[in-house]
Nanobody, 124 residues
Framework: QVQLVESGGGSVQPGDSLTLSCAPS????????IGWFRQAPGKEREFVAA????????NYADSVKGRFTISRDNVKTAVILRMNSLKSEDTAVYYC?????????????????WGRGTQVTVSS
């Protein structure tokens, strides 16, 4: 089993930045990649970004490309999502997820473990 804990959510204004962190623990040796998803009220959960467990490959949704950056921290114990130039449409609960199935997964049903989520609200 893998446990994931998100942190760093909050309320900001349009144009501001926010950094989310995902801390994996447990059987992390089985993880191929870590992804971030988000779900706004009344909408389906959508892919945001993913990074390979080694940190060598990244993948982004078109809606966040150029504004969000996913990375591993220096000691590789957490996955960071740096969000710049936030827009009101970025408002959602953000979830960290891990998959044992391989690289390049963009569908929520391809991820095996999930965190509880952290709220991000962008409003003036």
């Amino acid at each position: 089993q893998v446990q994931l804990v998100e942190s760093g959510g909050g309320s900001v204004q349009p144009g501001d930045s926010l950094t989310l962190s995902c801390a994996p623990s447990g059987h992390t040796f089985s993880i191929y990649s870590i992804g971030w998803f988000r779900q706004a009220p009344g909408k389906e959960r959508e892919f945001v970004a993913a990074i390979s467990w080694a940190g060598s490959s990244t993948n982004y949704a078109d809606s966040v490309k150029g504004r969000f950056t996913i990375s591993r921290d220096n000691v590789k114990t957490a996955v960071i999502l740096r969000m710049n130039s936030l827009k009101s449409e970025d408002t959602a609960v953000y979830y960290c997820a891990a998959t044992e199935r391989g690289w390049g997964m963009r569908n929520a049903n391809e991820y095996d473990f999930w965190g509880r989520g952290t709220q991000v609200t962008v409003s003036s």
